[in-house]
């Protein structure tokens, strides 16, 4: 038995990886910021040490990594680091002190796809604080691993989908009536020609890159894996499948982006559109299948079909 701290443990990775790690014997202890409940119930959870922990103020007080070194945890898995000076500050209070480090990355430390699939060793150009802090972490960790023996692995997330919230929608953004437009075969706009890509995955399937991580530590410490569905989907094939899901015929007319984007009634919308489509993520999966013996259980049309009908049981899409 292990006893794992994960920092973020009640989020949407969180919901499915905690009973993967409680199922496979592991002490779990989950640390948070609340007492959020996970997004779907597990008897594991019964299992579960929770600590209320305010990351930020502990930080600022230069106590956040004594604190986690402190619970004499094995494995620390870190869900929602997202500056460097963070990720430095826990790394630096845990090495030599735990036998596995996994960092939850994200797919847009790349920036804009080049060549597709891209793969792990793809040169980057990242855009956006988020993308690049993130980046900044991951090349900290994996050279803290080759210099220092820091034992880091990191997980690259793409479009986290799974019922509970709403998922990345056709239209590049998350506004969730876009699913009732299409529910009752009304037309739909989309950018440009819709043919720029976005890649989910499942958070079941990201929680099962950290557990198979974990099994196999001697080809997964100082490496970093994609964790997306087999294959990422165009806007506008993406549009026509939710048609035929509902089972009504597509409607798309497309326009160009300055055009598409005046045409929003939310900036909001427009700002996250944009975000996604000006990267157009295809991400290979072959280092983890190979490596890790990754299989995922969700195409990128069935995880987000599940998170689909959990919205349309809870009313907030509604196809009549």
């Excluded at 989020?11 to 202890?29: D, F, I, K, M, Q």
């Excluded at 898995?77 to 963070?86: A, E, N, Q, R």
């Excluded at 210099?147 to 509970?164: E, L, Q, Y």
């Amino acid at each position: 038995m292990s006893k794992v701290v994960i920092i973020g443990g009640s989020g949407h990775v969180g919901t499915y990886l905690v009973p993967r790690l409680v199922e496979a014997g592991n002490e779990v202890v989950n640390v948070s910021r609340g007492r959020r409940t996970a997004y779907s119930s597990n008897a594991a959870w019964n299992q579960v040490r929770s600590i209320a922990l305010d990351r930020e103020a502990e930080e600022q007080a230069g106590t956040f990594g004594r604190t986690i070194r402190d619970l004499k945890p094995d494995i620390v898995i870190d869900m929602i680091c997202f500056k460097l000076d963070s990720a430095k500050h826990l790394a630096e209070a845990l090495k030599g002190q735990v036998s596995h480090f996994l960092h939850c990355g994200t797919i847009w430390v790349h920036g804009p796809s080049v060549a597709v699939p891209t793969t792990e060793t793809t040169p980057r150009n990242p855009f956006g604080e988020y993308g690049i802090q993130k980046a900044a972490i991951e090349a900290y960790l994996l050279d803290s691993a080759r210099r220092d023996g820091f034992p880091a692995t990191v997980v690259h997330p793409g479009h986290i989908v799974g019922p509970g919230w709403n998922p990345l929608n056709p239209a590049g953004h998350f506004n969730p009536q876009i699913f009732t437009v299409i529910a009752r075969g009304a037309e739909l706009v989309l950018p440009n020609f819709g043919l720029e890509t976005v890649h989910h995955v499942h958070a079941d399937d990201v929680a099962q890159v950290f557990v198979k991580a974990i099994g196999r530590w001697s080809t997964s410490v100082g490496e970093a894996f994609n964790a997306v569905s087999p294959a990422a989907v165009t806007l506008r094939g993406y549009a026509e499948a939710m048609y035929a899901w509902f089972g009504t015929k597509p409607r798309l007319r497309f326009l160009s982006w300055p055009e598409w984007k005046a045409a929003q009634a939310s900036g909001e919308d427009a700002t996250a559109t944009l975000e996604h489509i000006a990267r157009s993520p295809c991400h290979s999966i072959a280092k983890s299948e190979r490596l890790l013996g990754y299989a995922p259980r969700y195409t990128s049309f069935e995880a987000v079909c599940e998170a689909v009908t959990w919205l349309i049981g809870e009313g907030i899409v509604e196809p009549k």
